[in-house]
């Protein structure tokens, strides 16, 4: 199984990104896929979430409003798409596939993450 993320990079306060996970050597509509952040000196935290069934969708606090998860079966590939940045969204993502709404422990794959940085 092979986990790979893109479309991070720089961004200014207010901006957006669009970030980019594809799945292979698995069954990718039949699981359910998860973003996730980690920033310097802090835990990682889990973002947003997406179910392989009705694709339903969770999102952490902070992030509601602001983002939103998507996922295209026939291309292999979640969405997340960040607007109105802030500063603190500044972390390294990770895609994660096959596990449960944000629960980072249930998650059985993971992209190696793509930087995000947002400047204030």
């Known amino acids: 199984v092979q986990v790979v993320e893109s479309g991070g990079g720089l961004v200014q306060e207010g901006g957006s990104l669009r970030l980019s996970c594809t799945a292979s050597?698995?069954?990718?509509?039949?699981?359910?896929m998860g973003w996730f952040r980690q920033a310097p000196g802090k835990e990682s935290e889990g973002v947003s979430c997406?179910?392989?069934?009705?694709?339903?969708?969770c999102y952490t606090d902070s992030v509601k409003g602001r983002f939103t998860i998507s996922r295209d079966n026939a291309k292999r590939t979640l969405y997340l798409q960040m607007n109105s940045m802030k500063s603190e969204d500044t972390a390294m993502y990770y895609c994660a596939a096959g596990g449960s709404e944000l629960a980072s422990k249930t998650y059985a794959y993971w992209g190696q993450g793509t930087q995000v940085t947002v400047s204030s």
């Open positions: 050597g698995l069954s990718f509509a039949d699981v359910n």
């Open positions: 997406i179910t392989w069934t009705v694709g339903n969708t």
